[in-house]
């Protein structure tokens, strides 16, 4: 009875592991199927560098995509999974840019350029104020010859 | 003035952006590793031609070596083998090898018919080790110093003129530092 007992929870236990995959090879947890989903797409495959290792077929996507799994089950957060891949491969895994300081040039630039394009825009727009409203001031007059200057605007 | 200088400043900018950007020397797809100056990562693998052997960093610890990075299913490894046994016979540092993604069966057929350069071939089918060495292709080589740091690497073929150049250097500047 007690061997049975142990072969019972022994089988149950191998079920338990076998079944963090469901028929599809996704995870059985459909909150950490989507957070695997959310992760993979986010990690550039250094093979094809334009695609994810959600997206790659290449042998290198498919053995990090199956560390990201293991490292979801064993409970890790999305911090550390990103963290244990820019540690091997460095920034460039990752699409997502980081805001750090070291990165505030990427994420600030394009605000710099909009108060550059505003300060432009301002300054021409004052230069434009301050000329003579000249051309229409002076209604067209009856006796002006045909073809004249002041027509033809 | 600023109204003059702008222009020929934004232009010389241009020419620096495009001579860095636009260099056909430069390959694009070598990324840098964010490794260089780090311990290198702990492995203990099975030997490829002796599953009951071990290889491990633990025993190389205190000596400078060479870690190349290799798979049957590499065509440019193929062309580096005679790199690598023209080095190996230089006697300068212990080559480690790291067959990864392979069978044991083909890398034994490899060794055997383009000769073995290497003082032990990690085994590593799984891709773990080289992932933690941050591993994306093949050839790839890794240059470890005396305290077990990782200090140079270089990815794609050996050649000879890249040991002189690049690995030579490294190797005597480690061990008159005493690392």
Known sequence: MKYAMLILLTLLLCDGAARALDANGQLEDPA??????????????????????ADSNVQLA??????????????????????????????????????ETKTLWIWGSPFVLLL?????????????????????????????????ASGSR | MWKFLLPIAAFLGLVVLFVFGLNPNRDIRALPSPLI????????????????????NTALQGQVYVFNAWGTWCVACREEQEALLQIAQQRVV????????????????????LGNPYTAVAFDPEERTAIDWGIYGAPETFLVDGKGRIIFKFISPLTLEVWQKEFLPRIEAARRSGA
């Open chain 1, 62 to 99: 498919e053995d990090l995509r199956r560390q990201v799994r293991e490292m979801l089950l064993a409970h890790q957060s999305d911090a550390a999974i990103f963290d244990f891949m820019t540690a091997r491969y460095g920034e460039f895994v990752r699409f997502n840019t980081p805001l």
């Open chain 2, 94 to 113: 212990p080559i480690i090898g790291l067959d990864f993604n392979d069978d044991r069966n083909k890398a034994q057929r490899w060794l055997k018919q």
């Open chain 1, 116 to 148: 550059v394009g505003a300060v432009i825009v301002v300054r021409v727009a004052r230069a434009r104020s301050r000329m003579p409203i000249d051309d229409d001031s002076s209604p067209p007059s009856a006796e002006a010859p045909p073809g004249s």
């Open chain 2, 37 to 56: 100056g780090k311990p290198a990562p702990a492995f203990n693998l099975t030997d490829v031609l002796d599953p009951s052997r071990s290889v491990n």
């Open chain 1, 32 to 53: 950490l199927e989507a957070r695997y989903e959310d992760i993979t797409k986010q990690l550039r495959c250094l093979v094809c560098q334009n695609e994810s290792i």
